[in-house]
């Protein structure tokens, strides 16, 4: 591209996903003068994004809650398809959010309004393949975080960059400090619970989160249970669901923190399980949703493994509790095996490490300039 100035649109629903477009836009601004339109979170805004909206608007998942919502956001992407079209708009970064930003690739791609990227890929390899169609018409460029979807993409003859994965340097916080930090007595033993950062995953997982945790502790009266928040709101929620247990701790932003001294977690499947994974901290990976989204999205999955450490290791290491499975009484089973599991676990962690790097986002931003 050889316009001094880039004027790039990006949509950005998530805080991990505002981590890494951050990263690719501090790489562009090495080498252009850079615009940004759109929206984002606090990491892109301090970069010069001035949001049209909250992109907490862009938080949802599943089937229905999309289904909801639909009107309002139909409304927010034509409000950005049109604000991208009179910017004239050199680039548009879709970041994450696939099923609402493929859209928005599509009506740009229509009349050539710009070069299409999509950091951080749809999981069209695991669930409704047929998304590549329209991957490889209105996409120019895709950024991957993991290889295996960069080699699905290769097959399938689409242009995309296996970037690497943030969590790939990811070390253990020193657990003196986490205990000093949190008054944590170190004679206990700790297991972290992380029930998600979604309203929907708290409304569904945590009760039988509190169920589990009963149950436990009946038995394992040493234990203590770590329950991170994300923001204010969500703590507030969780605190009042776990009021007057004595025996769970809720701090907010604390993830990695009491990751890194839990002897195992339980964990809503997502991001967190690879996390947790990588901490030396076995997860449990949990995962339910109302009815009518599982009896669709099971009938469209072409994995078995659900969660990221299964996938990127391609056997089922961590127990998987999913829908009907996931209940107080299977995570507590699954509790009393994790020992096996914890005999390996430096060489767990060396394995997934591995395939957790990338070209980086200084190599990414290259190919961006050169589309």
Known sequence: MTNSLLKIGVVCGEHSGDSLGAEIIQELKKNKEVKLFGIGGPKLENLGLNSYFDFKELQIMGIVEPLLKYRSLTKRRNELIKNFKKEKIDIFIGIDSPDFNISIHKELKKKDTCKNI????????????????????????????????HKFYDEKGHMSAHIGHPFCNIEKISELSVFEKHKLDKEKSYVSVLPGSRESEIKYMLPIYKDFINLHSKVNTNYLYLIPSTNDRLHDEICKIFENNKKVIIKKNSIREFLSISEFSVVTSGTATLESALLGCPPIICYKTNPFNYFIISRMLNV????????????KIFPELIQRDCNFENIAAAAGKIGGIMSNNFEIQNDLRKKLYGIG?????????EL
């Open 118 to 149: 999509q950091l951080v890929s749809p999981s069209v390899w695991a669930w409704r393949q047929n998304r590549i169609k329209s991957i490889l018409r209105f996409i120019d460029l895709t950024l991957c975080l993991f290889e295996f979807e």
């Open 304 to 315: 078995q493994n659900v969660g990221l450490p299964n996938l990127l290791l391609n056997k």
């Open 361 to 369: 986002a200084t190599n990414a931003s290259k190919l961006i300039l």
